[in-house]
């Protein structure tokens, strides 16, 4: 749990106390942890020495599970129980899944998003994701002997709103503070360029386990920013060992049946793709039910057999230039990230791409997780944390239905957010009282090819002839990269607001019954965990006004001075109750009743911070 | 500087449509600096959501100033002559005729190389008219023209979405 040290009564804290901030790389093969540590960013290990926690989980009978590399380990022995590249799943449906014939797994098909039948009950893939995120949790509190101050956790650039909502609820559900969510290319090039002092525009090559990225930056004294994004976020390592898999049972000729086949080919593919990093030939074995099998490969084979998932990274590296407006000339270096990118043909093909030779010189496997925790110490407030400021994109171009099934895009793909646009609509029939407003994500012109994330609707509008209702629908997508959409009907004053949740994600009753089911944090009432939050939550917003009236205590006149002393006192005798409703009604009214003062301290500090300077002095 | 300033105002910039990208950038960075929601993240839900209003204010200045159409557009609309493209369909023949051209020529181009070459023809219009709309704008101040110009090149710009589009089309 986030909880902030709180100090006396009346005390001021220690404006030296230390944030612990971590980033969390959770990635569809292994997670890592990292945090700032005297100035270095670095890879927490387990108490074995080990930064790498292989995202896999086992459940068991009872309520047990083993997660890692325990729960690996069985992989091949219990594969309907061990969950392995879970975020292939994360906000997608059944239909979604790729090759899902070829999987150990016990699907079952729930609206919005796919779950999972296991030994222990059913599994959504955010409680499987919670698991390892509550694991690395763990492993930093351990580190700290402290509380975390709160988390940054990375995000596939490609990963549209329901994935990225899905990573938000799984950190939710492991007790985690998401302070942000960031890309992991762009997490990359934060620790590749305040380590190298790298300026100009560069690609990150981002090919992990299940997701491929590619990114392009400009990177200029601590600021980062994404130009342009793109990939494919059902690409990785994962079709490769799929791609061998399937061509060496052709060899052998045979067919597997069983879930331990399944999982045991898969295993041993990857084995053997490993093994041809390095060597020019190696040997797919594994025992299967049907009997022995050992399949020799040359590296040459590999490569021919999985040319056609390189080509798609060429195709999407192409598009992002176009998206740019940039030429491979244009590009002074292409780092490279994940575990894939190991392969010597990827290196060759994007070396050749660009016309130069890949930055393999940081570990692809813990550059993200170092640059989220470089992201998180900055976002923590933490002295001595380098001035960083992060312009990213959204991915994926953001629209509404209209008339014929076609899509009217309201936020184009490679916006910097967060970002709001407004358009107009207008009614269709003669005395229309209702709209649908159905919203996607995707480039496609047709509605039935983009990704639906939510509908709504907007009722009550007084009757009127066709036309003449002026009907404002607003997308938001704020700095995690997450939307919501209002709808307002302008004459009549109608409106009808959605965070674009409810369609795919978890409800926060569905949360509350995951952590009464008996989730990682079980031993932590129920109760008592929201009256501690909302009690954080609480301190937390009463340092910070105090704070501000510290600085500019002198922008208000006694009136509202005294208007908000009161909702201070209020909210501190709420805080010491034990009625954690309450106290949210409390800090919200503080949060409302201080948004003017609020605005004016920004006013002034962008004052003082930018009148008087030229602009070419900026 | 208010939430409500104009975006030239916003940026400290000269209302005119010629601009300096260097400046204009250095600038949108020293802005989104100050206010990003990154610069919040301890300091309560009230300043959060202030500067998520900020953050998206300098943000939509910034694409519009940055876009020298829709730059165009806004300085038309603040000196009284708004666009209002669905208003106003009507359009010389001569432009329309041109514009039929290059569609056939788009749906008959079936390699890379002559998509390109169209690509290049197209673009290559569409700077001699921005141009031209600098010249409208920046020194004969007739608002009224600039904004058929500006609807013109709405035209072409849509024009030059369809065949980036065949391009990535043919570039699969």
């Known amino acids: 749990m986030a909880l902030l040290q709180i100090s006396e009564p009346g005390g001021a804290p220690d404006p030296h106390q230390r944030r612990i901030a971590v980033g969390i790389d959770l990635g569809t093969t292994h997670s890592l942890v990292a945090s700032v540590r005297n100035g270095v960013a670095e890879c927490l290990p387990d108490e074995a020495g080990r930064v790498i926690l292989p995202s896999a989980v086992r459940y068991l009978d009872q309520g047990r599970r083993h997660i890692g590399h325990d729960a690996l380990k069985e992989a091949a022995a219990d594969p309907r129980n061990t969950i392995v590249s879970v975020k292939r799943f994360m906000g997608r449906g059944l239909a979604d899944i790729a090759d899902r014939e070829k999987l150990p797994y016990d699907f079952i098909e729930a609206p919005g998003m796919v779950q999972l039948r296991t030994v222990d009950g059913v599994k959504s893939p955010v409680e499987v994701s919670a698991e390892i995120l509550a694991t690395l949790r763990y492993r930093a509190e351990d580190t700290f002997a402290d509380d975390l101050f709160g988390a940054v956790i990375t995000v596939p650039a490609y990963f549209d709103d329901a994935q990225r909502q899905a990573t938000k609820d799984a950190a939710q559900l492991a007790g985690l503070n998401v302070l942000r969510l960031i890309n992991e290319p762009t997490a990359a090039a934060i620790a590749y360029g305040l380590e190298n002092g790298a300026e ?16 392009l930056l400009r990177l200029s004294k601590g600021v980062f920013e994404v130009v342009a994004a793109g990939g494919d976020s059902a690409l990785g390592g994962d079709d490769f060992d799929a791609a061998l898999a399937n061509w060496a049972l052709g060899q052998a000729g045979l067919t597997v049946m069983t879930p331990e086949d399944k999982r045991a080919v898969l295993v041993a593919a990857r084995a053997t793709k490993e093994k041809l990093t390095t060597a020019d030939h190696a040997t797919l074995a594994c025992p299967l039910s049907a009997g022995e099998m050992a399949v020799r490969v040359t590296r040459e084979q590999f490569e021919t057999l999985t040319e ?16 740019a407006k940039a030429t491979t000339d244009d590009v002074v270096g292409v780092v490279m990230v994940g575990g894939s990118t190991r392969m010597p043909k990827v290196q060759h093909a994007v070396g050749q791409f660009f016309g130069k030779t890949p930055l393999t010189n940081l570990n692809p496997d813990e550059v993200v997780a170092l640059g989220a925790a470089l992201q998180a110490n900055a976002l923590a407030g933490n002295a001595g944390a380098e001035e960083l400021l992060l312009l990213d994109v959204i991915p994926l171009s953001l629209g509404l239905e209209t008339m014929g099934g076609l899509v009217e895009r309201i936020i184009p793909r490679n916006s910097t957010i967060p970002t709001a646009r407004a358009q107009d609509f207008t009614t269709f029939k003669d005395g229309q009282t ?10 496609r012109e047709l509605v039935s090819d983009c990704r639906s994330l939510a509908r709504f609707e907007l009722r009550g509008m007084p009757p009127m002839a066709a036309g003449a209702a002026r009907i404002r629908v607003t997308f938001q997508v704020d700095a995690d990269g997450l939307l919501s959409v209002a709808a307002r009907e302008e004459t009549s004053g109608v409106e009808a607001t959605i965070t674009v949740k409810p369609s795919y994600g978890l409800s926060d009753d569905d949360i509350a019954r995951m ?8 031993e932590e009432d129920m109760r008592a965990r929201a009256l501690r939050e909302s009690q954080v939550e609480a301190e937390r917003m009463l340092l910070a006004t105090r704070a501000a009236l510290d600085a500019d205590g002198d922008l208000l006149d006694a009136e509202r001075r005294a208007a908000i002393d009161v909702l201070i006192q209020q909210l501190e005798t709420l805080r010491a109750g034990d009625d954690h409703h309450a106290i949210d009604r409390g800090v919200e009214a503080l949060a409302t009743g201080t948004e003017a003062f609020a605005a004016e301290r920004m006013n002034r500090s962008l004052r003082q911070a930018l009148t008087g300077k030229r602009v070419e002095e900026v | 500087m208010k939430l409500d300033s104009d975006d030239f105002e916003l940026f400290g910039l000269p209302r005119r449509f010629e601009q300096d990208r260097a400046a204009l950038d250095a600038r949108w960075r020293a802005l989104q600096a100050e206010v990003h929601p990154d610069r919040f ?21 910034y694409q519009r100033l940055k876009d020298p159409l829709r730059r165009a557009a806004y300085l038309c609309e603040l000196h009284g002559a708004p666009i209002e493209a669905e208003k106003n369909t009507a359009m010389p023949a001569k432009f329309l005729i041109q514009q039929m051209e290059w569609r056939e020529s788009l749906d008959e181009a079936d390699t890379v190389e002559a998509v390109e070459a169209l690509n290049d023809e197209v673009a290559g219009h569409r700077q001699q008219a921005l141009t031209q709309l600098k010249a409208l704008i920046d020194v ?28 990535e089309q043919l570039g699969q």
């Open chain 1, 308 to 323: 056609p998932l390189i080509t798609r990274t060429v195709s999407a590296m192409r598009k992002v230039l176009r998206d």
């Open chain 1, 434 to 443: 209702a709209l649908a407003i159905h919203v996607v994500q995707g480039e």
């Open chain 1, 200 to 215: 100009g525009l560069y690609a990150v090559y981002d090919l992990g386990g299940g997701t491929f990225d590619i990114s």
């Open chain 2, 140 to 167: 004969q101040h007739d608002f009224p023209q600039a904004a058929q110009q500006v609807r013109a090149l709405m035209f072409v710009e849509r024009f030059l979405a369809d065949i980036d589009h065949r391009l």
């Open chain 2, 41 to 61: 993240v301890s300091e309560g839900a009230a300043s959060q959501r202030v500067a998520m209003q900020w953050a998206v204010r300098v943000n939509e200045a």
């Open chain 1, 515 to 522: 952590l009464k089911e008996g989730f990682a944090t079980a």
